[in-house]
């Protein structure tokens, strides 16, 4: 997006503000779906925690993509953008058996990841088809909070049990119709992905009614100016040529599924906010700005580190600040950071704001959560309203006490 635009949408519509834009998750789908064009049949299943404003999800669908849920309840806001349950896969962890059911009365593709949960579910409900996440016990990435496929990960059904799979599904008659691994966000390495993807065909192998392959996500995106982003054009060759190979060993073409969440939303997000004020300690300059990890959790969750644009003043000269943010916690954005001169009352944008950041806003400091626009032919369309008091006291149960 131009600098241009995004200052105006701060003037007009104030800080702080998510922006999201619609034309960069279009072309990051189509970089995507190119990649694998020579798949004859490709599933591309949006991972909706990452970002889930409804108007996101109506976008994406008019895209093309299906649906990666880890809850009932973005099953529900997925089913009020108008998608079909059939083009929903569930993805569990740690959830209730009932819950488990009542999606898949919906309709919706589950997908489970306990033998536990595989054995109730099959003996219940042998004629509902299920998907199994496999843990192929394979490290992505150096950060253990991302990193879902090693040896002592919660997530997914490890590779040493599937004489137990197996077992299950003889005992009770269900059908597995699919298989499915996401060993996290951080996989720098086309190799270590291909590594994982043999096992998951080595796997496939074993059962006969598969209709897809779904080799979840773990597209890194660049965040910083020099960082590594997954080659996708080449991972898309490379993982092609051996989904045919297994194709044709299987006996018959089935569907490769993939469920990016950040690949298509990170980038497209920016989130604006002002400066309040500059700080000088003895040994910082601080720049304080209108929000904090109620809105922005990221830096000071997972130590990410995004891009900061002070659009107010592009071509000042650089300076070291730390950005921090307004909430009664230490709050970090980002630390002693190259920045162009910052005065109070400047518009800062943080980049790659798009993916997990709106989403894990919270009320903290009884402050409003942002609004949310969708940046689309040309024009902010609000697809979230900024809240007011009201919001913040909507549930609360006022007792009297005199
Ligand atoms: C979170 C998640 C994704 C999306 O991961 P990204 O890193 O955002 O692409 C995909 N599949 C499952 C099962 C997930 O939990």
């Not at 849920?69 to 959830?95: C, D, H, K, R, W």
């Not at 199994?132 to 990193?147: D, L, Q, Y």
């Not at 950040?262 to 720049?287: C, D, H, P, R, W």
């Amino acid at each position: 997006m131009k600098a241009k635009n995004l200052l105006n949408i701060a003037e007009k519509y104030g800080c702080p503000v998510y922006v999201y834009d619609a034309h960069k998750i279009e072309s990051q789908y189509q970089r995507l779906t190119s990649a694998f064009k020579e798949v004859s049949s490709l599933r591309i299943n949006y991972a909706v925690k990452a970002l889930s404003n409804i108007s996101i999800l109506k976008f994406l669908k008019g895209l093309g993509s299906g649906l990666d849920t880890v809850s009932i309840q973005e099953v529900e806001l997925g089913l009020m953008a108008g998608f079909e349950p059939s083009s929903i896969i569930y993805t569990p962890n740690g959830v209730s058996f009932q819950e488990i059911e009542e999606v898949a009365e919906k309709g919706v593709q589950i997908n489970i990841d306990n033998l536990d949960i595989l054995e109730q579910f099959g003996t219940k409900h042998p004629q509902i088809p299920v998907c199994i996440r496999i843990n192929p016990h394979v490290m992505a990435g150096g950060n253990t909070n991302i990193s879902v496929g090693h040896i002592d990960s919660k997530f997914g059904i490890s590779i040493h049990q599937i004489p137990h799979i197996l077992r299950i599904v003889s005992n009770t008659g269900m059908r597995i119709n699919g298989i499915h691994m996401h060993t996290g966000s951080d996989i720098l390495d086309i190799g270590v992905f291909l590594y994982a993807s043999n096992i998951l065909f080595d796997t496939a192998s074993q059962f006969e009614d598969l209709e897809f392959i779904d080799f979840g996500s773990g597209f890194k995106v660049p965040y910083r100016d020099g960082d590594i982003e997954t080659n996708i054009e080449e991972f898309g060759e490379r993982l092609t040529q051996r989904f045919k190979e297994f194709c044709k060993s299987y006996g018959r073409p089935i569907t490769l599924a993939f469920e990016p969440g950040k690949f298509l939303v990170s980038e497209a997000g920016y989130f604006l906010t002002k400066v309040n004020a500059i700080k000088q300690t003895t040994s910082t300059v601080f720049a304080q700005v209108d929000s904090g990890f109620n809105h922005f959790i990221r830096p000071m969750l997972y130590g990410s580190q995004h891009q900061i644009i002070n659009l107010s003043n592009p071509n000042g000269r650089e300076r070291f600040y730390s950005v921090v943010g307004y909430i009664c916690e230490t709050d970090t954005f980002a630390n002693n950071r190259r920045i162009p001169e910052i005065n109070a009352g400047d518009i800062l944008a943080f980049r790659n704001a798009g993916a997990y950041c709106f989403n894990m806003a919270s009320n903290y400091n009884s402050r409003f959560r942002p609004m949310e626009l969708l940046w689309y032919n040309d024009e902010a369309h609000i697809i979230r309203r900024g809240e007011t008091l009201d919001d913040l006291v909507r549930n609360q149960v006022i007792l009297d006490f005199n």
